[in-house]
Nanobody
Framework: QVQLVESGGGLVQPGGSLRLSCSAS????????MAWYRQAPGKQREFVAR???????NYANSVKGRFTISRDNAKNTMYLQMNNLKPDDPAVYYC??????WGQGTQVTVSS
C-alpha cells in the first residue's frame, strides 16, 4: 500500500522560506516521477512542480525561480524548497506519485 506523508508546512511571512518534505512508503520510490500540487480555498487544484525518476524537473510559471523540487531516493523522500513566498502561494500542498497516489497535504500560510 502506497503512503505519502507531507510535512514542513506552516506560517511564514511574505518573502520567507519553507521546505516541504514528502516521505513515501509502500513501494519502490526511485522509479516513479513525483510531483507537488496545491489547492487554495475556492480554487482548483494546480500543478506546482514535478521531478522524474532521473531527476529532470519542471515548474509552474508562477513558482519558477522561487521553488526547487528535489528527491533523495535513498531516503524515499521528495522535497520542495520554497523561497520568496508570496501572498498567492498559501494553499494545501500535496505530494503526488505518478499522478496516481496523493498524500493528505500540508498547509502553507503566508501572512505578516
Amino acid at each position: 500500500q502506497v503512503q505519502l506523508v507531507e510535512s514542513g508546512g506552516g506560517l511564514v511571512q511574505p518573502g520567507g522560506s519553507l521546505r516541504l518534505s514528502c516521505s513515501a512508503s509502500g513501494s519502490v520510490f526511485s522509479i516513479y516521477a513525483m510531483a507537488w500540487y496545491r489547492q487554495a480555498p475556492g480554487k482548483q487544484r494546480e500543478f506546482v512542480a514535478r521531478i522524474t525518476s532521473g531527476g529532470d524537473t519542471n515548474y509552474a510559471n508562477s513558482v519558477k525561480g522561487r521553488f526547487t523540487i528535489s528527491r533523495d531516493n535513498a531516503k524515499n523522500t521528495m522535497y520542495l524548497q520554497m523561497n520568496n513566498l508570496k501572498p498567492d502561494d498559501p494553499a494545501v500542498y500535496y505530494c503526488v506519485r505518478a499522478d496516481t497516489y496523493w498524500g493528505q497535504g500540508t498547509q502553507v500560510t503566508v501572512s505578516s
